[in-house]
């Protein structure tokens, strides 16, 4: 879990939803009650948060700052602000020591940061696609490391498969969707 991996994952995002920025961005993500614009902006605010909190290592909550996304960006632009803070977040996990600890539910080291920022992208990418009615799933590779890191208790199968059942987004096998979860970025 490295700045690399948050790079890859913004790639993905990128690669995925660049070609359909060209159409409407104001219905719902998936089954969230945010549009794709909102949830994308939702992207982009959280990378940014987790490099704000891994480069300021707050250790009682969040930074008192915001992400505000113009509301008359279009879909390209609120992509290439979302390129822009994961690229902030990688940053900051380049170069943060690895003892490093800030708040995020307790202390979080920087692994714990870019899982986070790996999951919310490929999973509100997840989400987005849907809404524009894209055929798309999360990568492997990083679903594997996302829940590795997050969800120490996941149940075995597809990482993709299982990542999407953790968060709530689809069943899993005779396991209904989850309706309640929380991933575990805070290390002892």
């Known amino acids: 879990m490295t700045g690399r991996g948050v790079r890859d994952a913004v790639d993905e995002l990128t690669r995925t939803l660049g070609p359909h920025t060209d159409r409407d961005w104001t219905g719902p993500a998936g089954d969230l009650a945010w549009s794709c614009w909102t949830t994308a902006a939702h992207i982009a605010h959280d990378l940014l948060g987790y490099a704000t909190q891994l480069t300021g290592r707050p250790d009682t909550g969040y930074l008192p700052l915001d992400l505000r996304v113009h509301p008359d960006a279009t879909p390209a632009q609120v992509l290439v602000v979302v390129a822009a803070c994961g690229g902030l977040l990688a940053a900051a996990l380049d170069t943060v020591p690895a003892p490093t600890r800030a708040w995020h539910w307790g202390p979080c080291d920087p692994a714990g940061f870019a899982a986070m920022g790996i999951a919310e992208t490929l999973l509100h990418t997840y989400d ?18 996302v ?17 999407l059942w953790m968060t709530g987004r689809a069943t899993l096998g005779e396991w209904p969707r989850r309706t309640a979860w929380t991933w575990r970025a805070a290390v002892d």
């Not at 849907?130 to 490391?145: C, F, K, M």
């Open 147 to 163: 829940l590795g890191r997050l969800f120490p208790d996941a149940p075995a199968g597809d990482p993709a498969d299982v990542l």
């Open 128 to 145: 987005i696609t849907r809404g524009l009615g894209v055929t798309w799933r999360p990568p492997t590779a990083p679903s594997a490391a």
